[in-house]
């Protein structure tokens, strides 16, 4: 029962990230001023950099359940400082490289945790 309902939860996700990513698409035709292959190489990108924010996240919840609570709050800090040190590095990444558009990144990230919040609100009804 418990792996169904992560089946549903995961596919509702996928569906959600879906649609925000097409609806950021959209987004995307309005700027038709800027370069569209430097904005969606930045959505993809920008998309990944939030999925592996969001997993190390889950992992975070995982290790504070299940780890012991002497290890816990330096286990928190630790990967809390390197969620955001990869953050810092992929909008460097953004500044840095002419292929990666920096309001590309910054719809695929906001678009993957939209979908997030998204199906859980979905996922409640």
Known sequence: FYFMDKIRF???LASSALFVIVGAL???????????????????????????????????????????????QRWLLIRFLLRYFIIGLALLICLVNPRVHIIGFVLGFIAFQLAVFWSMFRWRK
Do not use: K
Not at 41 to 59: D, H, P, Q, Y
């Open 10 to 12: 995961v596919s509702r």
């Open 26 to 72: 959209i987004i995307m035709v309005v700027f038709r001023g800027f370069n569209l292959a430097r904005l969606f190489f930045g959505l993809i990108f920008g998309t990944a950099v939030s999925m592996s924010n969001f997993w190390l996240l889950s992992r975070d919840f995982y290790e504070t359940r299940y780890g012991q609570p002497e290890d816990v």
